[in-house]
Structures are given as structure tokens and as C-alpha cells.
């Protein structure tokens, strides 16, 4: 028996269909078990890797000029101090941090960034304590957007002497 797919889900369906993203891409599994080690991958993690649940962002496909939005899933603990999350691309780099209050502490952080010009993304999510850095997460996107040389306008010669009727 095959899945269902609600009408508010088909044009995301096409449009994953459409630009070859595989299906996997879209599950928001946990930060210490991706469900598709190429569509999100760990580059780094600590040994105390659980305290940050999972890093997730939308849209999943992105063209330049769009807004990323960045939710990270925290474990409260009475040793975390501090939440950092960096953007970096090869011409953009977007940087901040949440203060944390331990056990009192938000278990959902969620960053907004504006503007992202094309390019392959890391997202790095790093939870600091007292003692250092607890946990750190790193996920890759890409942003897709036309070439710079494409964007000029194509120059065609002009005739000496124009169509039709001439005074």
C-alpha cells in the first residue's frame, strides 16, 4: 500500500522530484542519528553529543535572496552556558549566541537568517559550558542561484539600416 500525500504536500513533493533531492533530505531526524548521512551530515561532535537534539532549518531548498530559519533543540542542563550558531558560506558568514540558564534553559533556540546569496552552507551549532564546549553539530545546505556571467545581458550588433520603409 503506498503512502498518501496530503494536497498542501504535492508541490513540495514535485519540486523535490524535480531538482533530485532524495526524499531523506526532508526528515528532520535527530543531530546524533541522521537519516541520510550525504543530505545532513555530523561532521563534529563531542562525546557529550546529546545535549543538542537537533539542529533542523527551512526551507529545505533554498534559491539566493531567500531566509534561512534555524531551529536548535537543546537539552537543559545545569552545565550549559551558552548557545553559538555560525553560517558560512564562501561569500557570506552570519555568526550568534543565546545566553542559556542551565536547567531553567529554552529546549528550542530558533535563528533567523536574511539574504542568502548562492552557495554550498555550514551550519555549526555549539553548546558551551563552564568547562568548554559540550556538544557541537554541523549541518550542510546549499543555496542555488544563477551564475554571475549568466546575468549579463546578451549584446547583439545592430545593422546599418533598418526593416521596411526608409524616408
Do not use: C
Not at 48 to 68: C, E, N, Y
Request: net charge positive; proline share 7%; hydrophobic share 40%.
Amino acid at each position: 500500500m503506498g503512502t498518501r500525500i496530503s494536497a498542501s504536500m504535492r508541490p513540495l513533493v514535485v519540486l523535490v522530484l524535480f531538482l533530485g533531492i532524495p526524499l531523506s533530505a526532508l526528515a528532520q531526524a535527530p543531530a546524533s542519528a541522521p537519516v541520510d548521512p550525504v543530505a545532513a551530515p555530523v561532521v563534529a561532535e563531542t562525546t557529550d553529543s546529546k545535549l543538542i537534539q537537533s539542529v533542523t532549518f527551512s526551507p529545505v531548498v533554498a534559491f539566493a535572496g531567500a531566509d534561512l530559519r534555524v531551529i536548535v533543540r537543546v537539552t537543559p542542563d545545569a552545565g550549559n552556558r551558552r548557545l553559538q550558531l555560525s553560517v558560512d558560506a564562501p561569500t557570506f558568514y552570519a555568526s550568534t549566541e543565546r545566553q542559556l540558564d542551565g536547567v531553567e534553559g529554552a529546549r528550542a533556540h530558533t535563528f533567523a537568517v536574511h539574504q542568502l546569496p548562492a552557495g554550498d552552507y555550514q551550519i555549526v551549532a555549539t553548546l558551551e559550558g563552564s568547562s568548554g564546549i559540550r556538544s557541537r553539530v554541523t549541518r550542510s545546505f546549499k543555496v542555488m542561484g544563477e551564475d554571475e556571467t549568466a546575468l549579463e545581458p546578451d549584446v547583439r550588433p545592430t545593422r546599418g539600416r533598418r526593416r521596411g520603409r526608409s524616408d
